[in-house]
């Protein structure tokens, strides 16, 4: 096993989403040492782009909206940076509603995660598949356990879903039990890319199972083949959280087509499961900081379920660390 590494003065976040990055990129512009710590191998967590041979897929969250000045103000500089476009029509289709003008970011959805870890965040130091196993505190120090690796930081963030953060904080510290009171509903997804016409732009009236349909070549700037993204309904995600990935698509196509086999002219399928995609039950505060220990929480649980929540929640918890 390696030696630990002993980091002074450093804030390792945890989690790459909106939060994560909103809180490294205000952190980064006020001169701060951090290090981003990702599980996966990309940035935007539910700002998510699925690249295939039939396009890419935005399978997450579709877009955001835009209720404030500060993160209107962020949307637009993403827009002259051509890192978003402005979704005309966008207010009806986005899963959590929209109070503001929506927005996609380009290429893709990840593209405004990607403009967010772009400049004043450059300091930064970003490590890919750094799922963080186990935390402990010691010698004034948070020490994180990242497979057979150790670091140790300073200051400790942790912006990802709340009942991960809990179970890392369970026995360590009085906010897993504050994370208790913050509950989340699933999405379960399917992608597909068919001949033009296959697929149906809503589902059927009545339907228990898919709650909502993105045709992906119809978004700003996602000009190619017929492609869709179908979210399912919150109550039939959770009855089916566990079902394997094929058939969560196979179940919403045919909930959708009625047909149980391939269609016409179909040439992509696949199914992904976001098993925190809705707060329920949000927390009620920006984030959660304990200037004593030097550890805070964040994320779009904390407001809502909104990338708008996610943002203002990183950029409130980099503001904590920096007040002290």
Avoid at 117 to 142: E, K, M, S
Avoid at 275 to 303: I, K, Q, V
Wanted: with cysteine; charged share 20%; glycine share 12%.
């Amino acid at each position: 096993m390696a030696p630990e590494q002993t980091i002074e003065q450093t804030i390792g976040i945890v989690g790459a989403g909106v939060a994560g990055l909103s809180c490294a990129a205000a952190l980064s512009a006020a001169g701060q040492n951090l290090r981003l710590f990702e599980k996966s191998n990309g940035l935007g967590g539910r700002l998510a782009t699925r690249r295939s041979e039939a396009g890419r897929f935005d399978h997450g969250a579709p877009g955001f909206s835009v209720g404030t000045p500060g993160f209107r103000t962020g949307a637009e500089h993403a827009v002259a940076a051509g890192s978003a476009a402005a979704w005309p029509g966008g207010e009806r289709v986005l899963l959590s509603g929209a109070p503001g003008p929506v927005f996609v970011g380009l290429p893709g959805a990840s593209g405004f995660a990607r403009h967010l870890f772009a400049p004043p965040l450059t300091p930064a130091r970003v490590h890919h598949g750094a799922a963080v196993d186990a935390i402990a505190r010691r010698d004034g120090g948070w020490h994180l356990a990242l497979g057979d690796r150790r670091t140790v930081v300073e200051t400790l963030v942790l912006a990802i879903p709340a009942p991960q953060a809990a179970v890392l904080l369970a026995g360590l510290h009085p906010f897993a039990d504050a994370l208790a009171a913050v509950e989340f509903a699933p999405r379960l997804t399917a992608m597909i890319a068919a001949d033009d016409g296959t697929i149906a732009d809503d589902a059927p009236e009545g339907c228990t199972v898919v709650d909502k349909v993105i045709r992906q070549d119809a978004l700003p700037g996602r000009a190619g083949a017929a492609r869709w993204v179908i979210h399912a309904t919150a109550p039939w995600s959770a009855a089916h959280i566990e079902r394997d990935k094929p058939r969560i698509a196979d179940d919403l196509v045919a909930a959708l087509t009625g047909s149980t086999g391939a269609l016409p002219g179909e040439h992509y399928r696949a199914g992904h499961r976001w098993r925190y995609a809705l707060t329920t039950s949000p927390l009620g505060a920006p984030c959660l900081w304990d200037a004593e220990t030097r550890l805070a929480l964040c994320g779009d649980w904390c407001l809502g379920d909104t990338v708008e929540d996610a943002w203002h929640a990183g950029r409130a918890a980099a503001e904590a660390i920096i007040r002290g």
